[in-house]
């Protein structure tokens, strides 16, 4: 069991965009920026398995539209695991559309989106259950890194790809403060604490959280007035039938 709240440096490697993206303020703010020539990224130095992961994000103000900023986490191979955050750049005014997905043994297309008008801090937006059980794979057995990038998405981003990035308003910046990762590392093959889902575990509070009657109400009240894609409603795309986890 590891706790991380060090600085940017000891946490993360700058991976792409050069002088696009920085570590600064004594290592405790990390920025990535997008001009016409590059966007930016960077990843965790080390890999999880379960844990709860915090980080404050601030998005490319003022207009935004086709840019992405995406954070994500991500095990590798092609039946890799991944759980995805992007938000998704719009005009001054409008909302960032956040849109959410969900890979499970290299299968994704588990697209959920919200328009972002809401504080997301401790307020559940979307549950993926373990539905093994109906045979429905679920990220348990691979690590994955924290990944981040600010890049140029405008052929679909924004309206599907009808507005385009005002490159006059460049450099785009997106900033992250407060990482905190309370989680189990994977090291040489094994993992720093045991699996709740394999063997008893001590009394960790993220690994026995769920959601109570509350944070389901929170859930409840975010998808029925926030929510404006569920690929669980798509009946149009998925015309065999929708996926296994989506009938239960």
């Known amino acids: 069991m590891a706790a991380s709240a060090g600085s940017f440096y000891q946490d993360f490697d700058l991976t792409w965009g050069d002088h696009r993206a920085k570590i600064l303020d004594g290592e405790k703010l990390l920025t990535l920026s997008l001009d016409k020539a590059s966007g930016s990224g960077f990843q965790s130095k080390k890999e999880y398995l379960f844990g709860k992961i915090d980080m404050q994000l601030k998005l490319v103000s003022g207009n935004s539209a086709g840019t992405v900023t995406a954070y994500y986490l991500s095990s590798q191979g092609p039946t890799h695991d991944e759980i995805d955050f992007e938000f998704l750049g719009n005009l001054s005014g409008d909302p960032y559309i956040l849109h959410t997905n969900v890979f499970t043994q290299g299968k994704g297309n588990r697209e959920q989106q919200f328009y972002l008008c809401f504080l997301v801090d401790n307020i559940p ?114 015309p065999g039938g929708l996926p296994l986890e989506c009938r239960h």
């Open 125 to 238: 937006i979307r549950e993926f259950k373990n539905q093994e059980s109906i045979g429905v794979p679920f990220p348990k057995s691979q690590p994955m890194r924290i990944y981040s990038s600010l890049w140029n998405a405008d052929d679909w981003a924004t309206r599907g790809g009808l507005v385009k990035i005002d490159w006059s308003k460049a450099p785009f910046t997106a900033s992250y403060r407060n990482f905190n990762a309370a989680a189990c590392l994977w090291s040489h093959g094994s993992s720093s604490c045991a699996s709740k889902f394999t063997s008893p575990v001590s009394n960790i509070a993220w690994q026995n959280q769920g959601l109570d009657a509350k944070s389901r109400r929170k859930l409840q009240w975010v998808q029925k007035n926030y929510m404006i894609y569920n690929y669980c409603s798509d009946m149009k795309r998925f």
